[in-house]
């Protein structure tokens, strides 16, 4: 029996748990009533038209139980709650003397770039690595425009679907790197170098100079394969007036005696580049052959 009677009180309290239970469950975001759903919808469609934006992107924030919305004949009468503001919204019922003002949200959606892979940090970004998209982050420095990814490199990994942000970015440079191992004073082909884009930040300007200088130019020092070319391993030719013979104290410069030749490495900056037949110009101490004047 005591058994029998503890199976009645349990059976007796279970129909008020489940009814307990069913309220708890139901609890959430009620539906809402026709003339709440009608002023939102009325709002949504006037608020979307009047920014330009489309009806999803538009949120009306009525839902809250407390803002009682009475039966209206007539269509609402919406317009801003403030001159310049998209924050708040009036709106009236024309038939009657009732008006509220009601919070907005708009989520504008701006150009950007986004990833089209994932990337390691050094990558040289092309234009196959990025596509245009829509999205309402407005955080700073996203890219929309792809002209400024040129000449670009990562300096972090980056993932697909990232949005391309200026703080990614590194600028880059142009730089002469050998494809073979050169000794001092070998002369520099086309050829033996590759160029490579590294960060601009990393090399001076030492790095940067034309191509065209290389077609003049003999290696400076012992050179490894892989070495960055810096103005520093270049001798540059430069055209010089040397002795062609000994020149004794005293004896005047002459076509005969002096010849323009290709001089490879820093000369004086008072170095002669031209002939001096009618200059009239006489040595002042003996100059031995090849030596610069």
């Known amino acids: 029996m005591v058994i029998h009677t503890r199976t009645m009180i349990f059976f007796k309290w279970l129909p ?137 490199m990562l300096k972090v990994a980056v993932n697909a679907g990232d949005l391309v942000l200026k703080h990614h970015l590194e600028s880059t440079i142009a730089i002469f790197q050998l494809n073979k191992d050169l000794l001092k004073g070998e002369r520099i082909k086309q050829d033996d170098v590759t160029i490579v884009m590294k960060p601009a930040k990393k090399f001076g300007q030492n790095y940067q100079f034309p191509e065209k200088l290389l077609s003049n130019a003999s290696a400076a020092n012992n050179l490894k394969k892989g070495s960055l070319l810096s103005e520093q391993d270049l001798n540059i030719v430069q055209v010089a007036l040397v002795a062609a013979v000994n020149i004794p104290k005293g004896d005047l410069l002459t076509s005969s005696n002096t010849s323009l030749r290709d001089f490879y490495g820093k000369l004086p900056s008072d170095t002669l580049t031209t002939s001096v037949d009618s200059l009239m110009i006489a040595a002042r101490k003996t100059i031995n052959t090849g030596q610069p004047l």
């Open 16 to 152: 008020g748990i489940f009814l307990w239970l069913c309220s708890a469950f139901a609890v959430g975001a009620p539906a809402l009533g026709f003339d709440k759903q009608a002023l939102i919808d009325q709002a949504t469609e006037w608020v979307a038209r009047n920014s330009q934006v489309e009806e999803k992107q538009v949120v009306i924030m009525a839902t809250d139980r407390r803002l009682k919305i009475p039966t209206c004949p007539s269509p609402f009468i919406i317009e801003f709650a403030f001159p310049g503001s998209e924050e708040s919204i009036k709106v009236e019922c024309p038939d009657t003397s009732w008006r509220a003002f009601v919070g907005i949200k708009i989520t504008k959606y701006m150009p950007a770039l986004a990833y089209t892979s994932d990337m390691p940090t050094g990558k040289i970004l092309l234009d196959e690595h990025t596509v245009a998209v829509s999205t309402a982050n407005s955080s700073s420095g996203i890219l929309s425009d792809r002209t400024a990814l040129k000449n670009m």
